[in-house]
């Protein structure tokens, strides 16, 4: 979303990424339900299934949590577009380490999902999958993993406009 507000992306290969990103999340999903598969018995917490395929609060207060998530996204994606605009940039691993840098640090609270489909393709596939003793998928708190990190790639995305544009005025001003 991100990436497409400041035109990175082209909005007609938004729904294209987004279905890529929900299938590779089903299947991702799927993958760790097989490679558990003798667990899931064995297991008995539903709180410690769940938390295998998708993200929760530390402390569930739904604004904080929310407020989490916009956080982390608006980290992400800012400095994804920092990035992208130094063409010497390390790409990828600076990304890669971007990531883990936002879970290190901001991801206590509440698991820092930071993806929507990160979240809700897993969580989907807790709730279709056969997981023995599972429990609530929790759809209380689904959607905080959702609007959190599509509400911060957004608001990343009007600063580092702001910003760059303010950033190309002075430079030709001078």
Same mark, same amino acid.
């Given at each position: 979303l991100g990436l497409a507000i400041v035109g990175k992306t082209p909005?007609?290969?938004v729904p294209m990424y987004l279905i890529a990103q929900f299938l590779g999340a089903f299947i991702g999903a799927t993958l760790v339900f097989l490679h558990y598969y003798p667990h899931w018995a064995e297991t008995e917490d539903p709180g410690l299934k769940l938390a295998v395929f998708s993200t929760g609060p530390a402390i569930r207060n739904p604004l904080w949590n929310l407020v989490s998530e916009i /956080? *982390?996204? =608006?980290?992400?994606? =800012?400095v994804i577009l920092c990035l *992208?605009? @130094?063409?010497a940039? %390390?790409?990828? %691993?600076? +990304?890669?380490l971007l990531i !883990? +840098? /936002?879970?290190?640090? %901001?991801g206590g609270t509440t698991g820092y999902a930071i993806n929507p489909a990160r979240d809700l393709g897993p969580r989907i596939m807790h709730a279709v999958l056969p997981i023995p003793g599972k429990g609530s998928s929790d759809w209380e708190y689904a959607w905080i993993p959702v609007a959190g990190p599509l509400i *911060?790639?957004? !608001?990343?995305a009007f600063i580092w406009m702001a910003a760059?544009? @303010? =950033?190309i005025l002075n430079v030709f001003k001078n």
């Amino acid at each position: 979303l991100g990436l497409a507000i400041v035109g990175k992306t082209p909005w007609d290969q938004v729904p294209m990424y987004l279905i890529a990103q929900f299938l590779g999340a089903f299947i991702g999903a799927t993958l760790v339900f097989l490679h558990y598969y003798p667990h899931w018995a064995e297991t008995e917490d539903p709180g410690l299934k769940l938390a295998v395929f998708s993200t929760g609060p530390a402390i569930r207060n739904p604004l904080w949590n929310l407020v989490s998530e916009i /956080i *982390g996204t =608006f980290v992400l994606v =800012f400095v994804i577009l920092c990035l *992208g605009a @130094n063409t010497a940039s %390390l790409g990828p %691993l600076a +990304v890669a380490l971007l990531i !883990v +840098v /936002i879970g290190l640090s %901001l991801g206590g609270t509440t698991g820092y999902a930071i993806n929507p489909a990160r979240d809700l393709g897993p969580r989907i596939m807790h709730a279709v999958l056969p997981i023995p003793g599972k429990g609530s998928s929790d759809w209380e708190y689904a959607w905080i993993p959702v609007a959190g990190p599509l509400i *911060g790639g957004a !608001v990343a995305a009007f600063i580092w406009m702001a910003a760059y544009q @303010n =950033f190309i005025l002075n430079v030709f001003k001078n």
